[in-house]
């Protein structure tokens, strides 16, 4: 399995690099959504990509929004990591493509069980 | 009721809001402190903006702490024993961004958040007019205030415009 981990906080992908490679994934990083989408484009599928909101360059929810566009990412699960928490954001996020939506600060437990929801860990 | 009066009104969830943050970043139990403000030295510190459409109004959420934790939290976010300056700003620049959106949510709903900004200064005082609380973690003294429309000068929005724009743009 190999997830990505889409954050502009190094310590925020460090967190959960540790975590997801803790779970058996194999672990790709990128600091916004642009980069992100270059990681994409170059070949990699990662089977999940954790994505945050707030990042220079491009954001979260435009991220999303053009991995959902494109037919050959459809099988990428999406999971916004975010300090963003009203329920309004959370629609806008879900209803963009986003499977799963978890809120910083956020336990190892969280993290593992949107994952399982996913089927993406036993 | 004013802005700083309802942040004053919200002094107790505010508290609650910076332990919670802390405990979960830091990885270590953090409790209240009233009596005690930060040490002398290098402050590490975070600060972001958050925007109300409705009014044009901006809220500061700040945060400061002692380079002691910001050491600690860089080498436990970064898994690096000897953290560098760079990673100082960058663990405390996502602490305040967490601090900032719980805020965000506690106080200001459908409003829009910059990124943060951190730094390192030895003049980092909260302001006199906003709203300060402290809890302290690894026997160390970590600041959150609220303020209404401080500097935004070298604040960001997601995607990357400065937030100096909208203000230019208001004139």
Same mark, same amino acid.
């Given at each position: ?25 194999? +672990? ?11 990681? !994409?484009? #170059? %070949?990699?599928?990662?089977? *999940? &990509? ?30 916004? +990591? ?11 996020? !879900?209803? #963009? %493509?986003?499977?799963?939506? *978890? &809120? ?19 | ?171």
């Amino acid at each position: 399995m190999l997830a990505l981990v889409v954050d502009d906080s190094r310590a925020m992908r460090s967190i959960l690099t540790r975590l997801l490679s803790g779970l058996g994934f194999d +672990v790709a990083q990128a600091g916004d959504g642009a980069e992100a989408l270059s990681v !994409l484009d #170059a %070949g990699t599928r990662p089977d *999940v &990509i954790l994505v945050d909101w707030n990042m220079p360059v491009m954001d979260g929810l435009t991220f999303i929004k053009n991995v959902r566009a494109r037919e050959e990412l459809r099988d990428i699960s999406l999971m916004m +990591v975010t300090t963003e928490s009203e329920q309004g954001q959370i629609v806008r996020a !879900l209803a #963009a %493509g986003a499977h799963e939506y *978890v &809120i910083k600060p956020f336990t190892d437990e969280v993290i593992a069980e949107k994952l399982a929801l996913l089927g993406l860990v036993a | 009721m004013s802005a700083i009066d309802e942040f004053e009104a919200a002094r107790e969830d505010l508290e609650a809001l910076l332990i919670e943050v802390l405990g979960a970043v830091a990885g270590e139990e953090a409790l209240p402190v009233w009596d005690e403000g930060l040490p002398s030295g290098p402050i590490v510190w975070s600060r972001l903006a958050i925007h109300d459409e409705e009014d044009d109004s901006f809220t500061m959420v700040s945060v400061r702490t002692s380079s002691i934790v910001a050491r600690v939290l860089a080498s436990r976010m970064l898994l690096t024993p000897d953290p560098g300056p760079d990673d100082l700003l960058d663990a405390v620049g996502e602490l305040g961004n967490i601090a900032g959106g719980n805020v965000k949510s506690l106080l200001r709903h459908s409003c829009r958040l910059s990124l943060p900004a951190a730094e390192v200064t030895e003049d980092a005082k909260p302001t006199e007019t906003g709203v300060t609380v402290r809890a302290a973690v690894l026997g160390q003294v970590v600041e959150l205030t609220v303020d209404v429309a401080g500097d935004v000068s070298g604040l960001y929005w997601p995607g990357g415009s400065p937030l100096t724009d909208a203000l230019e743009s208001r004139s």
